[in-house]
């Protein structure tokens, strides 16, 4: 099921748990890929060796970026698990911000990859 379809049903649904569960486990199959979207986008990049220092600390920093969503992800399940739905909005609203800190960081992590891999790249 899409993202998109996935949201719908959920709308539909109208158990925030059951949503949650069916989302996360949407994320889990995504993240469990990783290692292959990153090895795919290698051969489409037709990664050099002369480019492998630079592709592997960029491909370090996409799987830990997906390593720590999936952990954040399970973090949040756990929380769920032992609150319930009778999470008040401060603590989801905490939770949601760590995640957000989190999600930062990897970007910022992976940002600063990519520069020397990119500049590797020749033009067009």
Not at 42 to 67: G, R, S, V
Request: aromatic share 4%; hydrophobic share 45%; glycine share 8%.
């Amino acid at each position: 099921m899409k993202g998109e379809d996935m949201m719908k049903g959920c709308d539909m649904m109208g158990g925030d748990m059951t949503c949650m569960t069916q989302m996360m486990s949407m994320m889990r199959e995504r993240l469990s890929h990783a290692g292959d979207r990153v090895a795919a986008l290698k051969a489409d990049l037709k990664i050099t060796e002369a480019q492998m220092p630079a592709w592997n600390k960029f491909a370090d920093a996409l799987l830990a970026a997906a390593k720590s969503m999936e952990e954040s992800m399970e973090g949040m399940h756990k929380q769920m698990m032992q609150s319930g739905a009778a999470a008040s909005l401060p603590e989801k609203l905490e939770h949601h911000a760590k995640m957000a800190a989190g999600h930062l960081a990897s970007l910022q992590a992976i940002k600063a990859a990519l520069a020397p891999l990119y500049a590797s790249f020749s033009p067009g």
